[in-house]
């Protein structure tokens, strides 16, 4: 199967809701299951209005808690098991890689590298399954939340969705993920 694109538009700034674009090259022949998962999620319109929480500069951005609680019982707690490592792919910048506890525990998180040297995330595991093709510039400019006070609880969040969010205003957010027709 060919690459597939997709599209994010992401809010970098929520007092000024004009989106940025993310294009995302999806490599079903890299990691199959990662791979139809993301594109179930995209198709199904889970990452709508989905908040950008964790942000480790020089290493990740991540996302997948939807906005519906509902939503995250229906696909983030329905787990999917571990596509092996392609010879050549890695986590490097720009890639794409579902978020994981251990093994086959990959559900709806998921993060994009900031950097080339986390090689260490091949050998736990973490398995690419797209890269950004373009907006890696927006990729890295979302939202951190540097304040150790207001730490996000990803058990309360998965509960409460955007509802719990709310408390952290200022989060970049995905406001719609879509496939784009080839050219």
Not at 22 to 38: C, K, M, N
């Amino acid at each position: 199967m060919s690459a597939v694109r997709v599209r994010l538009e992401v809010v970098l700034d929520p007092s000024r809701p004009d989106p940025q674009v993310i294009e995302l090259e999806v490599h079903p022949d890299w990691a199959p299951l990662g791979a139809q998962r993301f594109l179930q999620l995209v198709d199904c319109n889970y990452y709508t209005e989905c908040r950008i929480y964790r942000v480790i500069p020089g290493f990740i951005c991540q996302w997948g808690i939807p906005a519906s609680p509902t939503e995250y019982k229906k696909w983030g707690d329905n787990k999917i098991k571990d596509d092996p490592r392609k010879a050549g792919i890695g986590n490097t910048r720009g890639m794409l890689s579902f978020a994981m506890s251990g093994p086959d525990s990959r559900g709806s998180q998921l993060f994009i590298n900031y950097d080339d040297a986390n090689v260490q995330l091949d050998e736990q595991g973490f398995t690419p399954f797209a890269q950004v093709t373009s907006g890696m510039d927006v990729a890295e400019a979302v939202y951190e939340e540097t304040d150790p006070a207001k730490k996000i609880d990803q058990n309360e969040a998965k509960q409460l969705g955007n509802a719990y969010f709310q408390r952290f205003p200022k989060l970049s957010y995905i406001s719609r993920a879509y496939r784009v027709a080839p050219s």
